[in-house]
Nanobody, 124 residues
């Protein structure tokens, strides 16, 4: 059974940091790009960050650029999202996703494996 399991979410004050992890099982994801998305209440799911298959290329949404860092450890089949200088508008459920190509894509329709999500709440 192919699974992505996110962890590391929680409640943090504005300006704080969190690190999300996404552990994959059931198959290797080392040959595809991985992404982080988020969905706030009443809003559509949006792209946050992506990383290509070997970690040599990353891409960020403008709203998080300079504050978030995506990385991966293919030996551990795990992807991370380091979030710093968090703002209340970063509050959302964060999802990890496995892509269908080895390069970064930003559309949800191009990712075919999804985790269950982890809640991140940033208080002001």
């Amino acid at each position: 059974q192919v699974q992505l399991v996110e962890s590391g979410g929680g409640l943090v004050q504005a300006g704080g940091s969190l690190r999300l992890s996404c552990a994959a099982s059931g198959r290797t994801f080392s040959n595809v790009a991985m992404g982080w998305f988020r969905q706030a209440p009443g809003k559509e799911r949006e792209f946050v960050a992506g990383i290509n298959m070997n970690g040599g290329n990353t891409y960020y949404a403008q709203s998080v650029k300079g504050r978030f860092t995506i990385s991966r450890d293919n030996a551990k089949n795990t992807v991370y999202l380091q979030m710093s200088s968090l703002k209340p508008e970063d509050t959302a459920v964060y999802y990890c996703a496995g892509g269908s190509r080895n390069y970064i894509q930003t559309s949800t329709s191009t990712y075919n494996v999804w985790g269950q999500g982890t809640q991140v709440t940033v208080s002001s």
